[in-house]
């Protein structure tokens, strides 16, 4: 087998092997048959190698080729013969060397390297072979050939040849020169003794081929090793980088899943604590529920007392039921009696009733002679109340037959009842809550107020300016009286509903003073018609029927309707007082419990001044206008005073429709009707002739008695 390193190409890898400076031993050189014309220390062979080995050569192979170096058998020294014998005795290391003559370098300085040349890791048993010194010299050759086998037989000395002379002092006696013999067989003995220690170099060189060649298949094992293993470090790193990046993914989702931990905990202490708020509560509940139950178990001990108490009271409030129910009918037909006794009382008083009422000196106005107005004392004395009216009256035309003014006349005038200028609101509202306690009870009622411009009609309906309580009129109080009555009355049974209207009429028109939006103040055109064909009950068409149950409802009503008068009023003509306003009330009474029905009309109705036009004065187109309005008041008021005399004279024909006024109060006057006329009467003097015209009319109208009146039973 060949060497590679010698510097012929690897016939495995077909590769040139590198050169490589190897430190050589002189006595290798020497051995080998190199030239040694160098320092020995300056020797060294240069050997191609593959890059492999030359890594691991450096390292691992100094120490063992330096010690085979250290073995070789020749010494520089016997070197130093002749060159004759030199030549001759080296001849076949020569013909070797010069076969590796391009492949030895001696002049590389790194040649020491090859003191490391082919050992690995210990295999190399470069050492093991050569342990026995080589020969060094001939002496030294003789222990080696006493252990070989018996080399070429040397000859026997000749004779002629002299004998080899003896030792002396431990060195070979030079032969004398004639003793060629004797040289000649020194010379066989060296050449043998060289050519036994040429077999052990053989020997050793052959050990150490197969070392080399053993250390270059181990490199080549582990070059396939180390690429494996790069191949291995590439995929471990690539498998660490995928871990990388996997580690860092995971990292960023066990942040996450801290994020969300923290939450959750947060989450969990937060339900925790309404764990433990809920806790105490249904503790808390517990104890209450505990309490409950004791509660409970004391309640239904004594629910089972009272349940016997119960049962024995039931019995008692039966039978007292019975008693109750004994008293109510009693009780109704005290109050059918009671009812049928105000009535007959009131018819004692009379259907149709006059009061007078003289308004005060307002402050501005002029004082009345004393003795104007006189209001004499009732049969019983001043404790009576009055219901006597005197006037006097001093007439300038008339005088007496001597010539002499006559002095003044005296009127006297007797009504139902008669308030002097001191009397309150409520004084005269208490007279007339009699009557509107008979509207109540079915009876249909009509209050009039009557009487010149200024005398109080409008204070005594609808009161005085400002709301002052106290100078509350009829409307409001009669009102009151009605809802406190009828509540009075639910406890009965009774079930009472009120319906309002409030018109005036003028100029013989109809117009309704609770309208609003864009009729407010106009007022709209109405007309008075029958409820239904057949019907008795008279409406008003374009009127609004407001159902009202309580005071400030009236009092809105109340408000609605002055502010529709000031909004119709001119300069020239104050209207309310050239107007009949006329408030009407339906009430509607109903006593389930017996099926009883009762329903009745309340007029209060404030009447148009009744004062004269002056003939004398001349007619501008004003007055034209005033006039016609007079004309139409007088009528009307002229109407009413003869339907009230046709009814008191039974007439078979009452005038209702010769005037709107009685058309629209017809239900209120006829029949069974209670009719109370205010004749309201101004204190001044100069008043007095419209206040006499006033007190007589007033004075036909008291004596007129209207038939019996007849509740609106159904
Ligand atoms: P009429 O409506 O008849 O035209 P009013 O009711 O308007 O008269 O009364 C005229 C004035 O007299 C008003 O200022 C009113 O306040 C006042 N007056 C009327 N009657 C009384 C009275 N009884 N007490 C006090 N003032 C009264
Ligand atoms: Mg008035």
């Given at each position: 087998?060949?060497?590679?390193?010698?510097?012929?190409?690897?016939?495995?890898?077909c590769?040139?092997?590198?050169?490589?400076?190897?430190?050589?031993?002189?006595?290798?050189?020497?051995?080998?048959?190199?030239?040694s014309?160098?320092?020995?220390?300056?020797?060294?062979?240069?050997?191609?190698?593959?890059?492999?080995?030359?890594?691991?050569?450096?390292?691992?192979?100094?120490?063992?080729?330096?010690?085979a170096?250290?073995?070789?058998?020749?010494?520089?020294?016997?070197?130093?013969?002749?060159?004759?014998?030199?030549?001759?005795?080296?001849?076949?290391?020569?013909?070797?060397?010069?076969?590796?003559?391009?492949?030895?370098?001696?002049?590389?300085?790194?040649?020491?390297?090859?003191?490391?040349?082919?050992?690995?890791?210990?295999?190399?048993?470069?050492?093991?072979?050569?342990?026995?010194?080589?020969?060094?010299?001939?002496?030294?050759?003789?222990?080696?050939?006493?252990?070989?086998?018996?080399?070429?037989?040397v000859?026997?000395?000749?004779?002629?040849?002299?004998?080899?002379?003896?030792?002396?002092?431990?060195?070979?006696?030079?032969?004398?020169?004639?003793?060629?013999?004797g040289?000649?067989?020194?010379?066989?003995?060296?050449?043998?003794?060289?050519?036994?220690?040429?077999q052990?170099?053989?020997?050793?060189?052959?050990?150490?081929?197969?070392?080399?060649?053993?250390?270059?298949?181990?490199?080549?094992?582990?070059?396939?090793?180390?690429?494996?293993?790069?191949?291995?470090?590439?995929?471990?790193?690539?498998?660490?980088?995928?871990?990388?990046?996997?580690?860092?993914?995971?990292?960023?989702?066990?942040?996450?899943?801290?994020?969300?931990?923290?939450?959750?905990?947060?989450?969990?202490?937060?339900?925790?604590?309404?764990q433990?708020?809920?806790?105490?509560?249904?503790?808390?509940?517990?104890?209450?529920?505990?309490?409950?139950?004791?509660?409970?178990?004391?309640?239904?001990?004594?629910?089972?007392?009272?349940?016997?108490?119960?049962?024995?009271?039931?019995?008692?409030a039966?039978?007292?039921?019975?008693?109750?129910?004994?008293?109510?009918?009693?009780?109704?037909?005290?109050?059918?009696?009671?009812?049928?006794?105000?009535?007959?009382?009131?018819?004692?008083?009379?259907?149709?009733?006059?009061?007078?009422?003289?308004r005060?000196v307002?402050?501005?106005?002029?004082?009345?002679?004393?003795?104007?107005?006189?209001?004499?004392?009732?049969?019983?004395?001043?404790?009576?109340?009055?219901?006597?009216?005197?006037?006097?009256?001093?007439?300038e035309?008339?005088?007496?037959?001597s010539?002499?003014?006559?002095?003044?006349?005296?009127?006297?005038?007797?009504?139902?009842?008669?308030?002097?200028?001191?009397?309150?609101?409520?004084?005269?509202?208490?007279?007339?809550?009699?009557?509107?306690?008979?509207?109540l009870?079915?009876y249909?009622?009509?209050?009039?107020?009557?009487?010149?411009?200024?005398?109080?009609?409008?204070?005594?309906?609808?009161?005085?300016?400002?709301?002052d309580?106290?100078?509350?009129?009829?409307?409001?109080?009669?009102?009151?009286?009605?809802?406190?009555?009828?509540?009075?009355?639910?406890?009965?049974?009774?079930?009472?509903?009120?319906?309002?209207?409030?018109?005036?009429?003028?100029?013989?028109?109809?117009?309704?003073?609770?309208?609003?939006?864009?009729?407010?103040?106009?007022?709209?055109?109405?007309?008075?018609?029958?409820?239904?064909?057949?019907?008795?009950?008279?409406t008003?068409?374009?009127?609004?029927?407001?159902?009202?149950?309580?005071?400030?409802?009236?009092?809105?009503?109340?408000?609605?309707?002055?502010?529709?008068?000031?909004?119709?009023?001119?300069?020239?003509?104050?209207?309310?007082?050239?107007?009949?306003?006329?408030?009407?009330?339906q009430?509607?009474?109903?006593?389930?419990?017996?099926?009883?029905?009762?329903?009745?009309?309340?007029?209060?109705?404030?009447?148009?001044?009744?004062?004269?036009?002056?003939?004398?004065?001349a007619?501008?187109?004003?007055?034209?206008?005033r006039?016609?309005?007079?004309?139409?008041?007088?009528?009307?008021?002229?109407?009413?005073?003869?339907v009230?005399?046709?009814?008191?004279?039974?007439?078979?024909?009452?005038?209702?429709?010769?005037?709107?006024?009685?058309y629209?109060?017809?239900?209120?006057?006829?029949?069974?009707?209670?009719?109370?006329?205010?004749?309201?009467?101004?204190?001044?003097?100069?008043?007095?002739?419209?206040?006499?015209?006033?007190?007589?009319?007033?004075?036909?109208?008291?004596?007129?008695?209207?038939?019996?009146?007849?509740?609106?039973?159904?």
């Amino acid at each position: 087998m060949k060497l590679p390193f010698f510097g012929e190409t690897d016939s495995d890898s077909c590769k040139p092997h590198l050169i490589m400076p190897v430190k050589v031993s002189p006595d290798i050189v020497t051995h080998l048959g190199i030239k040694s014309s160098l320092a020995e220390n300056q020797w060294s062979v240069i050997i191609q190698r593959s890059p492999l080995l030359e890594v691991k050569g450096n390292v691992e192979l100094k120490r063992p080729l330096a010690k085979a170096a250290s073995r070789l058998p020749l010494s520089g020294r016997r070197l130093k013969r002749g060159p004759d014998q030199m030549e001759e005795a080296l001849e076949p290391e020569k013909k070797r060397t010069r076969g590796l003559g391009t492949r030895v370098s001696t002049t590389h300085p790194r040649a020491a390297a090859l003191s490391s040349a082919p050992q690995t890791q210990g295999q190399t048993t470069v050492p093991k072979a050569p342990r026995k010194p080589a020969p060094r010299c001939s002496t030294a050759v003789a222990p080696v050939l006493k252990t070989q086998k018996p080399g070429p037989v040397v000859p026997a000395q000749k004779p002629g040849t002299t004998a080899a002379p003896p030792m002396v002092g431990g060195k070979k006696p030079k032969r004398p020169a004639w003793d060629l013999k004797g040289q000649l067989c020194d010379l066989n003995a060296e050449l043998k003794c060289c050519r036994e220690k040429k077999q052990v170099l053989d020997q050793e060189n052959q050990q150490l081929r197969d070392q080399l060649q053993e250390a270059q298949q181990q490199a080549l094992a582990l070059g396939a090793e180390r690429r494996s293993l790069e191949e291995e470090l590439t995929r471990v790193r690539a498998q660490a980088e995928q871990g990388q990046r996997e580690l860092g993914n995971l990292s960023a989702h066990v942040l996450e899943l801290e994020e969300r931990l923290g939450t959750q905990e947060g989450l969990v202490q937060e339900l925790q604590k309404e764990q433990l708020r809920l806790q105490e509560e249904r503790t808390g509940l517990a104890a209450r529920l505990g309490e409950q139950e004791r509660r409970l178990q004391t309640s239904e001990a004594s629910l089972s007392d009272s349940q016997e108490e119960v049962a024995s009271l039931r019995q008692e409030a039966a039978a007292r039921e019975a008693v109750l129910a004994e008293r109510e009918d009693r009780l109704h037909g005290l109050e059918m009696e009671r009812r049928r006794l105000h009535n007959q009382l009131q018819e004692l008083k009379g259907n149709i009733r006059v009061f007078c009422r003289v308004r005060p000196v307002l402050p501005g106005e002029s004082t009345p002679s004393p003795g104007f107005l006189q209001f004499p004392s009732g049969p019983c004395g001043p404790s009576d109340p009055p219901t006597r009216l005197s006037l006097s009256r001093s007439d300038e035309r008339r005088g007496t037959l001597s010539g002499a003014p006559a002095g003044p006349t005296r009127h006297d005038f007797s009504f139902d009842r008669v308030f002097p200028p001191g009397s309150g609101q409520d004084e005269v509202f208490e007279e007339i809550s009699m009557l509107v306690q008979s509207a109540l009870d079915g009876y249909p009622v009509c209050i009039f107020a009557y009487g010149q411009t200024g005398s109080g009609k409008t204070f005594t309906m609808e009161g005085g300016p400002g709301g002052d309580p106290q100078m509350e009129g009829l409307i409001p109080r009669a009102l009151r009286h009605l809802f406190s009555v009828a509540q009075e009355l639910s406890g009965q049974g009774w079930t009472y509903s009120f319906v309002a209207s409030y018109v005036e009429i003028y100029n013989e028109t109809v117009r309704d003073l609770l309208a609003t939006g864009t009729r407010k103040g106009q007022g709209g055109e109405c007309e008075i018609r029958r409820a239904g064909p057949g019907s008795e009950e008279l409406t008003v068409t374009n009127a609004r029927y407001v159902p009202v149950s309580c005071e400030r409802e009236v009092e809105a009503l109340l408000h609605l309707a002055r502010q529709n008068r000031a909004v119709a009023r001119t300069a020239q003509n104050e209207r309310s007082s050239r107007s009949h306003s006329v408030f009407q009330l339906q009430i509607s009474g109903e006593h389930a419990g017996r099926g009883l029905q009762c329903a009745a009309p309340l007029s209060l109705v404030d009447l148009a001044g009744s004062e004269r036009l002056d003939p004398g004065l001349a007619l501008g187109p004003g007055e034209r206008e005033r006039l016609r309005e007079t004309q139409a008041i007088n009528s009307s008021l002229s109407t009413l005073g003869l339907v009230i005399m046709a009814l008191s004279n039974k007439e078979s024909h009452v005038p209702y429709r010769n005037s709107k006024l009685t058309y629209l109060l017809q239900n209120s006057l006829g029949g069974s009707a209670k009719m109370l006329m205010f004749v309201n009467i101004s204190p001044l003097e100069e008043n007095v002739s419209e206040s006499l015209n006033s007190l007589r009319f007033a004075s036909k109208v008291n004596q007129c008695v209207i038939g019996t009146a007849q509740a609106n039973k159904k």
